[in-house]
């Protein structure tokens, strides 16, 4: 017995020296090697807290106390939880990510042990309710799956069940659609939610309210969940909405104990109801303690002293000095639309910086701004299902996206083919030999462009061939369906001119360089960074800075701001820069 007991120490204290062997900061050892279980480490921007989450759920798992159940290390990113499981492997602890432990995603969590073993029961099916890809044919003329938006002047505009999102407004279950337009109590909106889980579906938007819908109904459930992790770690909790924090609230009831981790100052998914304000709230209704971690490895000191005047965190710290005098937050005065005074001063301060444009990038608050720096979308006046292809070819190869291409080609797909039989077997067998092959001939069509036609193409030319190309695909996997291309792909809201220009005109500002929204790039560290947005937003968070609250426009310019490693640039429209340049310049920024 002694023996045993002595190898156990031997292997705790070799753990505990090879995670020290990786030098974490002293804040960062008090969180991983913490005897109490919950508590919130709040985590300023770049200070490691998706390393220091992996080190923790190591930790905890090697020095497991229960008899039974496992540790589970929830996310909101895949590529977080890549980060987690690599780092696992490499520690030479790769059995901690087998059962009964669980990493991954808080969606996957809730999938795979709530509604994928339960989910009949909500819906009353015999089997369990999956994922709306799509509408099927037929569903748009299912009046039990409308609801209706209240417009101005008394008229209504029909909603359908998989546009709706339910969500929790005080102590009532509210809807609203997808674009966040609120749905009013007489709107049908909920007996359309019923509706589509009475046929075996739910969205997106949907799944964790059926998941807490249940707990709520069949608490030993919950029962069940809590005994299964009797300790659950979440990292970017600042981006859990609403349903989850209820969710995780239900299992911690029933005996779970959780550790939070994030920053409510990178908050920025209130479109998809995350709540600033709620992880501070349920700190203060668990009565956890708090633990910062509060230096960056990201930031240099000159832009973290700068940085942190947007974002409220007065603990937060760089690294170090600046590698040299130009690597330094700057301001720059922009007078023109598509931003190219802010563009080339950028370019400027980069070569001026020693920084490789390569691993630099220009961030835009919002697809307006990005759109304006890359080009002229005319595809944009399209209508119908030309434009959702049209904006397929733009994904593809403006950003490389091609998921979302694939994805928007995907629906797209099913909307044009009336075949409910054919839809109807690949969603109950994805896994089949049929599914895969309608998958493959429409993975092939989009990353081709002899599928799916290059945006740079004039209209009239990419439509006709759109046509031909579609009509091929279409008739490998649905030939008796195939519709009439000529009716359904059309040059319908484009003028005669326009159908002569490209359906997207590139502007090459420059070299190429990286251009993204601020969403897109949440968590990275890139080398040199430009920030541009509209005065709108900047008054915003001028506004919000000088008034000590919080707002989505300031806690996105933070994010943006603290991805910047070395070089920091921020192109400030003129009207807005004329008014403001003082409250800039105070705050740690030099004028460009």
């Known amino acids: 017995m002694r023996l045993v007991q002595k190898r156990s120490m031997d292997k705790t204290r070799t753990l505990r020296d090879q995670i020290l062997a990786q030098n974490p900061t002293s804040q960062q050892q008090d969180a991983i090697f913490a005897e109490n279980l919950e508590f919130l480490l709040r985590a300023a921007p770049g200070s490691g807290k998706t390393w220091t989450s992996c080190r923790r759920f190591i930790w905890r798992g090697a020095n497991w106390p229960h008899s039974a159940g496992g ?90 069940a998989w546009e709706i999102v339910p969500y929790p407004k005080d102590t009532k279950i509210a809807y609203r659609t997808q674009r966040g337009l609120d749905l009013s109590a007489d709107s049908n909106a909920r007996q359309a939610v019923m509706e589509l889980m009475s046929l075996g579906y739910y969205t997106h938007g949907q799944r964790v309210y059926w998941a807490v819908r249940l707990l ?196 797209s797909i099913r909307l044009l083919v009336d075949d409910p039989d054919l839809w109807k077997r690949i969603d109950e067998a994805p896994e089949s030999i049929e599914a895969q092959r309608v998958n493959l001939a429409i993975w092939r069509f989009v990353r081709s462009q002899t599928g799916l036609p290059p945006v740079n193409l004039s209209a009239s030319e990419w439509i006709p061939q759109l046509r031909t190309s579609l009509g091929r695909v279409l008739a490998d996997f649905c030939a008796s369906n195939v519709p009439n291309l000529n009716q359904r792909i059309k040059k319908t809201g484009l003028n005669d001119m326009q159908t002569n220009l490209s359906l997207f005109s590139q502007y090459m500002l420059f070299p190429p360089i990286r251009q993204e929204t601020i969403h897109g790039v949440k968590g990275e560290s890139i080398n040199g960074v430009l920030v541009l947005g509209s005065a709108k937003f900047w008054n915003s968070v001028i506004d919000s800075v000088s008034k000590r609250e919080t707002s989505e426009d300031r806690r996105l310019a933070y994010v943006a701001m603290s991805r910047a490693r070395h070089l920091l640039v921020v192109g400030l429209p003129a009207t807005h820069f004329d008014k403001h340049k003082k409250s800039w310049v105070n705050w740690g920024f030099s004028v460009l």
């Not at 059962?99 to 819906?123: C, K, M, Q, W």
Request: positive net charge; charged residues 25%.
């Open 71 to 160: 540790l589970a290390l929830l996310s909101f990113t895949n590529a977080a939880i890549r980060e987690f499981q690599q780092a696992t492997i490499k520690i030479g602890r790769r059995d901690l990510l087998s059962d009964p432990n669980y990493v991954g995603t808080f969606d996957s969590f809730v999938e795979r042990f709530i509604l994928a073993p339960f989910g009949h029961l909500i819906s009353g099916l015999s089997w369990r309710p999956k994922l709306f890809i799509a509408p099927r044919p037929g569903d748009r003329n299912n009046k039990k799956l409308m609801a209706w938006l209240e417009l101005k002047g008394g008229n209504k505009q029909p909603v359908f």
């Open 216 to 411: 709520y109904q069949r608490p030993h459930l919950a029962r069940l969940l809590a005994r299964g992790f009797p300790e659950i770690i979440v990292d970017e909790a600042q981006d859990t909405n609403a349903w989850l924090l209820i969710l995780l609230n239900l299992i911690r009831t029933q005996g779970s104990k959780v550790t939070l981790v994030g920053d409510p100052d990178q908050c920025i998914y209130e479109f998809s109801m995350a709540d600033v304000t709620s992880l501070l709230a349920l700190k203060e209704k668990w009565d956890i303690s708090e633990k910062p971690l509060s230096q960056s490895f990201r930031c240099n000191n000159q832009i973290a002293n700068a940085v942190r005047n947007i974002g409220g965190n007065q603990s937060f710290i760089g690294y170090g000095d600046a590698m040299n005098i130009s690597c330094i937050p700057y301001i720059t005065r922009e007078t023109n639309e598509q931003f190219s005074l802010s563009v080339a001063e950028f370019k400027k301060a980069l070569d001026r910086a020693g920084i490789d444009m390569a691993s630099s990038a220009i961030l835009c608050r919002g697809h307006q701004q990005l759109e304006l720096i890359r080009g002229e979308a005319n595809y944009e006046q399209l209508q119908g299902a030309t434009k959702e292809f049209a904006k397929a070819s733009f994904l593809r190869d403006c950003r490389r996206d091609y998921k979302r291409a694939f994805d928007l080609v995907t629906v």
